[in-house]
């Protein structure tokens, strides 16, 4: 065998293991190096969204653009600007989000590339519940023309029920895995659940 | 002559012949004339129903103590009833639920609920006691394996609990096929995710003009834009004179510059409110999807970008 041919088996070897092994890795390490810094972005995000509910999403692979989605009674307006645009802070103020809040959000999402936060309203026994879904594009090597993956955590109100291996489950009584944008999670913490998606939102 | 060459036999033969030829011009003359007034019949009752929202509340209400269905067994008649009601009368609220192929089914639902919700409620109620039903030209009998799902979907968002919604949108993507349903014909349990629940421009189109019996102009295709050189002029002239349908690219609505490689190709299917200029050069378009209005604000040039098909959809009248 020739020396290109050993090299390209060998680079089909280590993409195949990488593609095996790397996910566990990178989501628990990823999640423990910069815990603190998703827990401020979930509660920072949690109190302003209750003055009034928004998400809101860097839409570029630079993050100097942020997708701003307003929820109001009636309509929900969708919005884009750049970071540094007087125009974002006019429109904050014209629907009369926390303006100084959501710009030391925005920053804090650009630190660790979190992409995009919102809330969901999931059901349990007919019940609505709302979750906090946060998705980051971590910094990793990735094969080529492979789909860009995305960390989506899911932060609880209350804490949840998992199956032995760690996945998340709908409720206590039902023994059926819980699924989010049609994905399983699994286990960080009690109230913390994560999944590896080609979907950030 | 006559009589003179085949005689007092032919004499009256001929009279005979005369007589059923006279017979017989008369039945073509009157078979004509019936088909000419059942062919202008048809014409005239070739117009798009209509009805109020207080018809169908009023039809609702006579279905008090609907009895559990023996063919719908996960769907409680009180939710059922509750959910029509709910759609009835607030017709945006209808949602299609998260991560389905459900859009294009809630997207056309926007007529029936806006113009003529009583003939939607008959429907359901008569699907939900029989198990078959005619809405339009269209006979349903859903399967079996679509009969038992309804009722059960999960984790859908408010779908969960809209059992209503989720008998309809199953019972049509059950019945409608097109070229994308080719190999997934047959519900299995998550299929409402997958291409048997997934509706092509074609289909869609095909599917307002069976059910609603309304005029669909379309522009634009699965694959290829439609040839406007202006999409907010175009929009905007079709918008005054009917009810306007977008299929977009989903994935570039909700901008997403983060990955180097994407489909572009549309996914998505809205109901257009309204289109404006905006201050800064932009367009404002107002469109329903997801149970609820938005106003997203776009560049013209992305504006025609993400938009794969157009329906323009008309009632139809007397003299069409």
Redesign the interface.
């Given at each position: 065998m020739t020396k290109g041919g050993s090299h390209i088996i060998l680079f089909i070897l280590l993409a195949g293991m990488y593609a095996c092994t790397s996910r566990k890795i990178f989501t628990s390490n990823y999640f423990t190096e910069n815990e603190k810094a998703l827990t401020e972005i979930e509660t920072l995000y949690k109190k302003l969204s209750e003055q009034k509910p928004f998400a809101i999403g860097?839409?570029?692979?630079s993050f100097e653009y942020v997708?701003i989605e307003i929820i109001t009674d009636?309509?929900?307006?969708?919005?884009?600007f750049s970071i540094t645009d007087q125009?974002m802070v006019d429109t904050l103020r014209k629907y009369a989000l926390p303006e100084e809040g959501i710009l030391e959000l925005v920053l804090k999402m650009r630190a660790i590339h979190c992409?995009w936060v919102n809330t969901?309203?999931?059901?349990t026994n007919?019940q609505k519940r709302s979750l906090v879904f946060l998705s980051v594009?971590p910094v990793s090597v990735r094969l080529p023309?492979s789909?860009?993956k995305y960390l989506v955590l899911t932060f609880y109100q209350q804490p949840q029920y998992y199956d032995s291996d760690g996945n998340l489950l709908?409720s206590r009584r039902l023994r059926k895995l819980?699924?989010?944008?049609?994905e399983t999670f699994r286990r960080l913490n009690d109230k913390v659940a994560y999944t590896v998606s080609e979907h950030?939102? | 002559m006559t009589s003179k060459v085949f005689g007092k036999f032919g004499y009256r033969f001929f009279v005979l012949k005369g007589s059923l030829k006279n017979i017989a011009c008369f039945v073509f003359f009157a078979v004509c004339t019936f088909f000419a007034s059942t062919v202008s019949a048809n014409k005239l009752n070739d117009t798009t129903r209509f009805s109020s929202r207080e018809e169908a509340i009023a039809f609702l209400e006579k279905q008090a103590g609907l009895a559990q269905s023996d063919y719908w067994p996960n769907i409680n008649p009180v939710l059922f009833l509750q959910n029509i009601r709910k759609n009835i009368e607030q017709p945006l609220s209808i949602y299609e639920g998260?991560?389905t192929n459900f859009c294009a089914y809630a997207a056309l639902s926007y007529l029936p609920l806006h113009q003529n919700p009583l003939d939607y409620t008959r429907f359901l109620i008569t699907l939900y006691k029989d198990g078959k039903a005619m809405y339009g030209r269209e006979y349903f009998e859903p399967t079996r394996a679509v009969r038992l799902a309804a009722g059960t979907l999960?984790?859908k968002?408010?779908l969960?609990?809209r059992p209503a919604d989720q008998l309809w949108f199953m019972s049509l993507a059950d019945h409608f096929k097109g070229y994308l349903n080719l190999f997934d014909h047959h519900y299995n349990p998550g299929d409402e995710?997958k291409t048997w629940a997934a509706v092509n421009f074609a289909k869609f189109n095909r599917m307002i003009r069976r059910l609603f019996n309304y005029h669909v102009d379309a522009a634009g295709s699965d694959l290829i834009r439609p040839g406007f050189r202006d999409a907010f002029d175009y929009l905007s002239e079709k918008i005054k004179t009917g009810t306007v349908a977008l299929f977009v690219n989903n994935l570039d609505l909700?901008?997403?510059?983060?990955?180097r490689?994407r489909l572009n190709i549309p996914t998505h299917f809205v109901i257009l409110l309204g289109i404006d200029e905006a201050d800064?050069d932009r367009i404002a378009i107002?469109y329903w999807d997801y149970g609820?209005?938005?106003?997203?604000?776009l560049p013209e040039s992305f504006l025609r970008k993400i938009i794969f098909g157009v329906s323009h959809i008309t009632a139809k009248k007397n003299n069409d």
């Open positions: 860097f839409t570029d692979r997708s009636s309509i929900k307006y969708i919005n884009e125009k992409i969901l309203d999931y059901y007919n594009k023309f789909a860009e709908a819980r699924k989010i944008n049609d950030f939102r | 998260r991560s999960s984790f968002g408010e969960d609990i995710n909700y901008k997403k510059n983060h990955t490689l800064d107002t609820g209005i938005t106003r997203q604000y």
